[in-house]
């Protein structure tokens, strides 16, 4: 019988198709990155908003929360917390942590200073105004 | 076992295992915390739970990973492994590596962990599964480059099966889209689009292609199929894989700060994502079907069919519900991920491990397949490993769902902790779930304590008497 | 003359089968695209309408026309390898080969042209579906391209023949799949409204 | 389609010849005004285009029927899934 389906075409396909949609994805993240500056307005941030961001990274807080929808479900979404929340009862609530109210759920003190707090709070609020294709649906997030 | 040099998968396979039951301890912490918030506070604070969960979970694999190939490699390319000390050698530090970043993580405050790691110099910590300081992300760039040399040395030297050229390919691509976590830009979007390349490019992309060269080599192995016709279709799926994945990657793309039009491209193509873990179905069976003999590790054979269905309802079925963008829209970062990652996870990648643990194993003793008691305590354990993973999948999508009701779909929506309050049932029924789950493991467990093989002559007997 | 008038209504599909699961898949990924470009327009119908006069349709009709020829050039090759001329089935290949380059330069003018207005993946939702189905349809014409060069080599190589054919059918079979899916897509972006 | 086999030329060769016809329709019929009677005469002439280059270029109408049926099925859904679109929009 004729071989109609044979290895070495299928593995072409393999090869083939890899390539090429690789190339297509390549192409895509190209526009992408072209597009997230302004996206994510870029140009607005400042060197307090990328010392609050090392904070954010360094004290592990997508462990907990989400921001923009990624991290852990443990905790209340980050990226749009600077408009429910508003600078001020953002301060006050990472210095009155741990609340120590007996079976909730615990933040720790990370023993921030107040220059670190406004750092923080300056990446919240430059994260809130992402262009996210408005995502989440309302500001519980 | 048919070279000396495979021995040495054994020591992965044992240290992956008690690796596993670490990560599920922490699963259990971890659910706890949910449900009692200061269950172990402030010395285990949940993102510590969380990252010794989901860490230990990727080394366990990655070790089964490896001692796979140690194991696949030389049986395929007909020839001994290039340097079994190596990889034993590679063994230690991977085992001592992963062992000191866990203590750290239990022992050390995260940011104290950072400063003395050098994270301010090159950041890289502070992402989700990509947690670990910069050392050790260095350290496993150094096992993977070990990794690869022994067995690229090897394939070079000996037969180049299909197999072995799909699962050592796909081992470089592990290895090389693991570079990603050493990029982290400052602008958060772009970070979270790039920590995708790590992420997505392993579980949805190349670690399929080591799913399917495992099940490739273990159903030519027990069901002495023609390696033709199972190479062929491996070649087929990982494909399909690939042409639906790459551009599938959209769908993490969507509420995260990159252009509208992937909301369309990623849902268009992530539609199509089941499609291989159908076709792994359909082979996987096929396969089974066209068996010239019957293998006695009816377990592994139990784990190497059962991998494909629990791979498919969890990466297809549980991914696909939240894959389209209008539904994204309102469960994006809640437990339908949670629920989804768990049943992908476990019936994706911990099944097809513990299908190559079951399958190997045994060869490593010395004997083909275990005794048919051992047999059955393995085969209970799978069974409720299995169903307590669907539990545990089922309770988290109705605490998504609870979460999509209350808050992200509600015309006067409830703040994120008094929505959890109202889930507290679901998170009940998934403790138990893991409880059950945690059982299952000790049951599976249990099975590598029975001596003996499996005695042809006996289970005749006793079929033919039943 | 009409050989291939014998209708023998049992055969297999032409080529290898591995290229078809793969044409089945693509005919359905282009067919989930062009629903999602039919729905997404119901919602948009002015918009769509609007820009899509903007479109130059002469450069598809254009296209249309070489891609037609060009798939009928592979048909006719195939017809020569199966009556044993190898020489004259690398000329078919070769001259769609050809128009295929053809089809390349007057949609990268176009896109030129398309890219110089300063339209992007990001200006509208019609623009969107109009590059992104395009360029996706380019990348297939370049990699069906790819496909028939290593074909036409291997004819004129003389490494096919009347008994051997199925790599001629394999190519062409693909090439085929990239006319039927421009066909469809000229007259759903650039015609119909 | 069995007309095209009493024409004295290829089969292929006869449908190049009418593809190259229904294209000029096609492209023709562009510029008139938006109507439902325009899509839906646009959608019919493409549909025999596709059915044309499955049977003669692709060479389906010699293969087992499963086969064409999936294509005409293939057509049919693509081009019914357009309309609906268009109908309801």
Same mark, same amino acid.
């Given at each position: 019988?004729?071989?109609?389906?044979?290895?070495?075409?299928?593995?072409?396909?393999?090869?083939?198709?890899?390539?090429?949609?690789?190339?297509?994805?390549?192409?895509?993240?190209?526009?992408?990155?072209?597009?997230?500056?302004?996206?994510?307005?870029?140009?607005?941030?400042?060197?307090?908003?990328?010392?609050?961001?090392?904070?954010?990274?360094?004290?592990?807080?997508?462990?907990?929360?989400?921001?923009?929808?990624?991290?852990?479900?443990?905790?209340?979404?980050?990226?749009? @917390?600077?408009?429910?929340?508003?600078? @001020?009862?953002?301060?006050?609530?990472?210095?009155?942590?741990p609340?120590?109210?007996?079976?909730?759920r615990?933040?720790?003190?990370?023993?921030?200073?107040?220059?670190?707090?406004?750092?923080?709070?300056?990446?919240? $609020?430059?994260?809130?105004?992402?262009?996210?294709?408005?995502?989440?649906?309302?500001?519980?997030? | 076992?048919?070279?000396?040099?495979?021995?040495?998968?054994?020591?992965?396979?044992?240290?992956?295992l008690?690796?596993?039951?670490? $990560?599920?301890?922490?699963?259990?912490?971890?659910?706890?915390?949910?449900?009692?918030?200061?269950?172990?506070?402030?010395?285990?604070?949940?993102d510590?739970?969380?990252?010794?969960?989901?860490?230990?979970?990727?080394?366990?694999?990655?070790?089964?990973?490896?001692?796979?190939?140690?194991?696949?490699?030389?049986?395929?390319?007909?020839?001994?492994?290039?340097?079994?000390?190596?990889?034993?050698?590679?063994?230690?530090?991977?085992?001592?590596?992963?062992?000191?970043?866990?203590?750290?993580?239990?022992?050390?405050?995260?940011?104290?962990?950072?400063?003395?790691?050098?994270?301010?110099?090159?950041?890289?910590?502070?992402?989700?599964?990509?947690?670990?300081?910069?050392?050790?992300?260095?350290?496993?760039?150094?096992?993977?480059?070990s990794?690869?040399?022994?067995?690229?040395?090897?394939?070079?030297?000996?037969?180049?099966?299909?197999?072995?050229?799909?699962?050592?390919?796909? =081992?470089?691509?592990?290895?090389?889209?693991?570079?990603?976590?050493?990029?982290?830009?400052?602008?958060?979007?772009?970070?979270?689009?790039?920590?995708?390349?790590?992420?997505?490019?392993?579980?949805?992309?190349?670690?399929?292609?080591? =799913?399917?060269?495992?099940?490739?080599?273990?159903?030519?192995?027990?069901?002495?199929?023609?390696?033709?016709?199972?190479?062929?279709? =491996?070649?087929i799926?990982?494909?399909?894989?690939?042409?639906?994945?790459?551009?599938?990657?959209?769908?993490?793309?969507?509420?995260?700060?990159?252009? /509208?039009?992937?909301?369309?491209?990623?849902?268009?193509?992530?539609? =199509?994502?089941?499609?291989?873990?159908?076709?792994?179905?359909?082979?996987?069976?096929?396969?089974?079907?066209q068996?010239?003999?019957?293998?006695?590790?009816?377990?592994?054979?139990?784990?190497?069919?059962?991998?494909?269905?629990?791979?498919?309802?969890?990466?297809?079925?549980?991914?696909?519900?939240?894959?389209?963008?209008?539904? $994204?829209?309102?469960?994006?970062?809640?437990?339908?991920?949670a629920?989804?990652?768990?049943?992908?996870?476990?019936?994706?990648?911990?099944?097809?491990?513990?299908?190559?643990?079951?399958?190997?194993?045994?060869?490593?003793?010395?004997?083909?397949?275990?005794?048919?008691?051992?047999?059955?305590?393995?085969?209970?354990?799978?069974?409720?490993? #299995?169903?307590?993973?669907?539990?545990?999948?089922?309770a988290?999508?109705?605490?998504?769902?609870?979460?999509?009701?209350?808050?992200?779909?509600?015309?006067?929506p409830?703040?994120?902790?008094?929505v959890?309050?109202?889930?507290?049932?679901?998170?009940?029924?998934?403790?138990?779930?893991?409880?059950?789950?945690?059982?299952?493991?000790?049951?599976?467990l249990? /099975?590598?304590?029975?001596?003996?093989?499996?005695?042809?002559?006996?289970?005749?007997?006793?079929?033919?008497?039943? | 003359?009409?050989?291939?008038?014998?209708?023998d209504?049992?055969?297999?599909?032409?080529?290898?089968?591995?290229?078809w699961?793969?044409?089945?898949?693509?005919?359905?990924?282009?067919?989930?695209?062009?629903?999602?470009?039919?729905?997404?327009? /119901?919602?948009?119908?002015e918009?769509?309408?609007?820009?899509?006069?903007?479109?130059?349709?002469?450069?598809?009709?254009?296209?249309?026309?070489?891609?037609?020829?060009?798939?009928?050039?592979?048909?006719?090759?195939?017809? /020569?390898?199966?009556?044993?001329?190898?020489?004259?089935?690398?000329?078919?290949l070769?001259?769609?080969?050809?128009?295929?380059?053809?089809?390349?330069?007057?949609?990268?003018?176009?896109?030129?042209?398309?890219?110089?207005?300063?339209?992007?993946?990001?200006?509208?939702?019609?623009? !969107?579906?109009?590059?992104?189905?395009?360029f996706?349809?380019? !990348?297939?014409?370049? !990699?069906?391209?790819?496909?028939?060069?290593?074909?036409?080599y291997?004819?004129?190589?003389?490494?096919?023949?009347?008994?051997?054919?199925?790599?001629?059918?394999?190519?062409?079979?693909?090439?085929?799949?990239?006319?039927?899916?421009?066909?469809?897509?000229?007259?759903? @972006?650039?015609v119909?409204? | 389609?069995?007309?095209?086999?009493?024409?004295?030329?290829?089969?292929?060769?006869?449908?190049?010849?009418?593809?190259?016809?229904?294209?000029?329709?096609?492209?023709?019929?562009?510029?008139?005004?938006?109507?439902?009677?325009?899509?839906?005469? #646009?959608?019919?002439?493409?549909?025999v285009?596709?059915?044309?280059?499955?049977?003669?270029?692709?060479?389906?109408?010699?293969?087992?029927?499963?086969?064409?049926?999936?294509?005409?099925?293939?057509?049919?859904?693509?081009?019914?899934?357009?309309?609906?679109?268009?109908?309801?929009?």
């Open positions: 019988m004729q071989q109609v389906f044979t290895k070495a075409m299928a593995r072409n396909i393999f090869l083939g198709g890899a390539v090429f949609f690789l190339a297509i994805y390549l192409a895509l993240s190209y526009d992408t990155w072209q597009r997230i500056p302004e996206r994510d307005h870029a140009d607005k941030m400042t060197s307090a908003v990328l010392r609050g961001k090392y904070l954010l990274d360094s004290n592990d807080c997508i462990g907990c929360h989400t921001v923009n929808g990624e991290g852990a479900y443990f905790a209340p979404e980050l990226a749009n @917390v600077y408009k429910r929340r508003g600078p @001020v009862f953002i301060k006050a609530w990472i210095e009155a942590q609340t120590g109210v007996p079976g909730r615990q933040m720790p003190n990370f023993h921030f200073t107040q220059n670190q707090l406004d750092d923080l709070v300056a990446y919240l $609020q430059w994260l809130s105004n992402i262009d996210t294709n408005n995502w989440p649906p309302n500001i519980q997030g | 076992m048919k070279y000396q040099s495979q021995k040495v998968a054994k020591p992965y396979f044992i240290a992956a008690a690796l596993f039951v670490g $990560q599920i301890v922490f699963g259990l912490i971890a659910g706890l915390q949910y449900l009692h918030g200061t269950f172990l506070f402030p010395e285990l604070p949940f510590v739970t969380r990252m010794s969960h989901t860490n230990l979970l990727i080394v366990w694999l990655l070790m089964t990973f490896m001692g796979a190939a140690y194991f696949i490699v030389p049986e395929e390319a007909q020839t001994e492994l290039y340097s079994p000390r190596l990889a034993l050698v590679t063994f230690w530090v991977f085992l001592i590596a992963a062992a000191l970043t866990i203590v750290a993580y239990l022992f050390v405050d995260y940011a104290h962990l950072a400063a003395i790691t050098g994270n301010a110099i090159l950041p890289t910590m502070g992402r989700g599964y990509l947690e670990q300081p910069l050392p050790t992300k260095i350290g496993i760039v150094l096992v993977a480059l990794l690869l040399f022994n067995v690229t040395m090897t394939l070079i030297k000996g037969r180049k099966t299909s197999i072995n050229l799909i699962l050592v390919g796909s =081992l470089w691509g592990l290895a090389l889209l693991f570079l990603p976590a050493f990029y982290f830009p400052h602008d958060t979007v772009k970070a979270s689009y790039a920590w995708w390349w790590v992420v997505h490019g392993w579980v949805e992309g190349d670690w399929e292609l080591i =799913l399917g060269a495992l099940l490739g080599f273990i159903l030519i192995k027990m069901t002495g199929v023609d390696r033709e016709i199972v190479e062929k279709w =491996l070649y799926i990982v494909a399909m894989t690939l042409i639906s994945g790459l551009i599938g990657i959209g769908h993490h793309y969507y509420y995260t700060g990159a252009p /509208s039009y992937w909301i369309w491209l990623g849902s268009i193509f992530s539609a =199509l994502e089941p499609i291989p873990f159908i076709l792994l179905i359909a082979f996987s069976f096929k396969m089974l079907l068996r010239r003999r019957e293998h006695p590790n009816k377990a592994a054979m139990l784990w190497a069919l059962g991998t494909p269905i629990m791979a498919f309802l969890g990466a297809g079925l549980w991914g696909f519900m939240i894959t389209l963008a209008p539904a $994204q829209y309102y469960m994006h970062g809640t437990n339908f991920t629920a989804h990652g768990h049943l992908a996870f476990f019936g994706a990648y911990a099944m097809i491990s513990l299908a190559i643990i079951s399958y190997a194993m045994p060869l490593l003793r010395g004997r083909t397949a275990n005794s048919a008691a051992a047999q059955r305590w393995e085969i209970a354990g799978f069974w409720i490993m #299995v169903l307590s993973m669907l539990g545990i999948a089922l988290l999508t109705g605490a998504g769902i609870v979460t999509v009701i209350l808050q992200r779909a509600a015309d006067d409830m703040p994120f902790m008094q959890q309050d109202k889930a507290r049932v679901f998170f009940w029924v998934r403790e138990f779930a893991g409880v059950g789950f945690f059982i299952g493991l000790l049951v599976y249990r /099975s590598f304590f029975i001596a003996g093989e499996y005695e042809y002559a006996s289970e005749m007997k006793q079929a033919l008497a039943a | 003359m009409h050989t291939e008038a014998s209708v209504s049992a055969q297999p599909l032409p080529g290898d089968f591995a290229i699961i793969f044409i089945f898949a693509e005919l359905v990924v282009f067919g989930v695209l062009f629903g999602a470009y039919a729905f997404a327009r /119901s919602t948009h119908v918009l769509f309408n609007a820009s899509q006069l903007t479109l130059n349709r002469a450069y598809g009709f254009a296209n249309t026309l070489i891609l037609v020829t060009s798939s009928y050039f592979v048909a006719r090759a195939t017809q /020569s390898i199966k009556a044993g001329r190898g020489t004259a089935c690398g000329n078919w070769a001259a769609a080969l050809g128009l295929g380059g053809m089809f390349l330069v007057l949609k990268l003018v176009e896109f030129h042209q398309d890219f110089a207005q300063g339209i992007s993946l990001s200006t509208n939702l019609f623009y !969107m579906f109009y590059l992104a189905l395009t996706f349809h380019f !990348m297939h014409v370049v !990699m069906g391209m790819a496909i028939l060069a290593v074909v036409t291997k004819a004129y190589a003389g490494r096919y023949s009347a008994a051997n054919h199925t790599g001629v059918e394999t190519g062409g079979s693909y090439w085929h799949m990239v006319d039927l899916v421009w066909i469809i897509l000229f007259a759903l @972006v650039y119909i409204h | 389609m069995k007309l095209l086999q009493t024409i004295p030329l290829r089969p292929c060769t006869a449908s190049w010849l009418v593809l190259l016809g229904l294209t000029t329709i096609t492209f023709e019929l562009g510029s008139n005004a938006p109507s439902q009677v325009l899509m839906a005469a #646009v959608l019919a002439l493409t549909l285009k596709g059915q044309l280059v499955v049977s003669y270029f692709m060479g389906l109408r010699r293969v087992r029927p499963v086969w064409r049926l999936v294509m005409a099925a293939y057509l049919a859904a693509v081009g019914g899934l357009i309309a609906i679109a268009y109908l309801t929009a």
